[in-house]
């Protein structure tokens, strides 16, 4: 009996103590929006409200909208989890995908170290997400060094993976073109240590055109200054914009034979231009040039620069401490579309993605 109490206290002791230890529940999220162009209220309407679609992921990343008859279903990356996960329109959330990003078993040499709160943690899952002109998912297997598209019958083909011989360093975001090319970026959080990785084959990080089996460099770290990360496409075509180190986006001419033309810097801002970018369909009929939605008005501490010339907002969120979550903010289009946002790290440079959805269509 007195075993039994004993036995009994220390449970209590020991729950009592957990308890303690759980770490608090995050309180609400600040958001404001700051209209830096009056042409912003087509897509975003100024009382725009914060809408959790989801918590308790990895680490998130490349939300995709896809359509399917009058409603559809959100995926998203998990970069710590290594699976791509899909929320549909009840709110169930649940794997699509397993080892999107690293199909291997070898852990002591895959993945890139991070942190996630007090953890160190390593990323080895998928990043960016798009669709193909038949609703095909594409997606950047980082770990892999792989651009993969999901077959309507389940199957898995690699659009892209070496170039002369030489595994790509990690796939990062990626875009499809109406002619069947995709353009995808590359850089160095593929492998396990980074550019110093003895498994780092490429010298250099690029931005590549891959269509038809046959892959090509764009243009590299070195002339982009400094290495690739988001990417995003005009709705016609004519505009490729590119991230360069967490710093400035770039906008170049892009010719129909997959080639850059003339380039001009289209914002710079520090910490505040972060990860992935989109754009918005509805926009564009205004001013093609004004297309994107640059990552550049996503700041969770300091207020970051774009030109006046730019539609955009500038939003603001707490950080998130260990967890990831997507959250919605409703636009004020009609039919009613979404701006997606996957918040990412709390390390410094990943801060949320943005993406819309307009008519079903992902934009």
């Not at 729950?15 to 912003?40: K, N, V, Y």
């Not at 006046?308 to 979550?325: E, G, I, L, Q, V």
């Amino acid at each position: 009996m007195k075993l039994l109490s004993l036995t009994c206290a220390l449970l209590t002791s020991m729950g009592i103590t957990m308890a303690h230890a759980q770490a608090p529940t995050p309180g609400p999220r600040p958001f404001s929006i700051e209209r830096l162009d009056p042409a912003l209220d087509a897509i975003v309407s100024q009382d725009a409200k914060l809408e959790l679609l989801g918590e308790r992921f990895g680490l998130t990343e490349g939300p995709v909208w896809v359509p399917e008859g009058q409603s559809g279903y959100l995926l998203l990356s998990d970069l710590i989890e290594n699976v791509i996960y899909k929320r549909d329109s009840s709110g169930k959330v649940t794997v699509f995908l397993d080892k999107a990003g690293y199909s291997g078993d070898d852990l002591q040499n895959a993945g890139t170290q991070t942190k996630r709160g007090r953890a160190a943690v390593l990323m080895i899952g998928p990043n960016g997400e798009t669709l193909d002109t038949q609703g095909r998912l594409i997606w950047c297997a980082s770990n892999d060094g792989t651009v993969l598209r999901l077959e309507k019958d389940g199957t898995r083909t690699v659009l892209a993976d070496k170039f002369e011989g030489k595994r790509f360093n990690g796939p990062n975001d990626v875009v499809s073109v109406s002619n069947g090319a995709i353009i995808f970026t590359d850089s160095d959080f593929g492998l396990r240590g980074g550019r110093l990785s003895p498994l780092k084959q490429l010298s250099f990080n690029g931005v590549w055109w891959a269509k038809d089996h046959v892959t090509k460099l764009l243009i590299s770290d070195k002339d982009l200054g400094g290495f690739p990360n988001g990417i995003a496409l005009s709705p016609d075509e004519h505009f490729l914009y590119l991230t360069s180190s967490f710093k400035k986006i770039m906008r170049y001419e892009l010719r129909p034979d997959g080639t850059l033309g003339k380039s001009m810097v289209f914002a710079e801002g520090g910490p505040g231009i972060v990860d992935g970018m989109a754009t918005y369909c509805p926009l564009a009929a205004l001013d093609p040039a004004r297309s994107v939605l640059p990552p550049s008005v996503v700041s969770t501490s300091e207020r970051s620069t774009s030109p006046s010339s730019t539609a955009s907002r500038s939003s603001r969120f707490a950080r998130p401490t260990s967890r990831s979550a997507i959250a919605t903010v409703r636009a004020c289009t009609s039919p009613p579309a979404r701006l997606f946002i996957a918040s990412a790290s709390t390390r410094p440079g990943c801060d949320p993605v943005w993406l819309t959805k307009q008519n079903g269509r992902q934009s």
